[in-house]
């Protein structure tokens, strides 16, 4: 069974950090390119940043570029976001998501991903 965990959400003031990981079981990431994606209440669910199976290649957001970070180590199976410089804008669920196997490339389209965690929730005040 594919299992896909976030953590590492929370509570912060605008301008402040957070870093979320995401632990994936039961499927290599290893041949699959990953993302990160979030949903506001009443939003629909967008792409953040996604990367390639070899963490070279990254797409970001235009509204978190040069504040977000996404990476990934395929040998503990996991992929992280770091956050910096967070915004009211950036309060939402977000949620961790893995492509088929073989499916290497990123991409920031929903429809693109197949297995997907339950998120976490990230929430900032101003």
């Known amino acids: 069974q594919v299992q896909l965990v976030e953590s590492g959400g929370g509570s912060v003031q605008a301008g402040g950090s957070l870093r979320l990981s995401c632990l994936v079981t039961?499927?290599?990431?290893?041949?699959?390119?990953v993302g990160w994606f979030r949903q506001a209440p009443g939003n629909k669910r967008e792409g953040v940043a996604a990367?390639?199976?070899?963490?070279?290649?990254?797409f970001i957001a235009s509204s978190v570029k040069g504040r977000f970070t996404i990476s990934r180590d395929n040998d503990k199976n996991s992929v992280y976001l770091d956050m910096t410089s967070l915004k009211p804008g950036d309060t939402a669920m977000y949620y961790c998501?893995?492509?088929?196997?073989?499916?290497?490339?990123?991409?920031?389209?929903?429809?693109?991903?197949?297995?997907w965690g339950e998120g976490t929730q990230v929430t900032v005040s101003s």
């Open positions: 998501a893995a492509r088929e196997y073989d499916r290497y490339l990123p991409s920031l389209l929903v429809d693109d991903y197949a297995y």
């Open positions: 039961g499927y290599s990431i290893r041949g699959a390119a």
């Open positions: 990367i390639d199976t070899r963490d070279e290649y990254a």
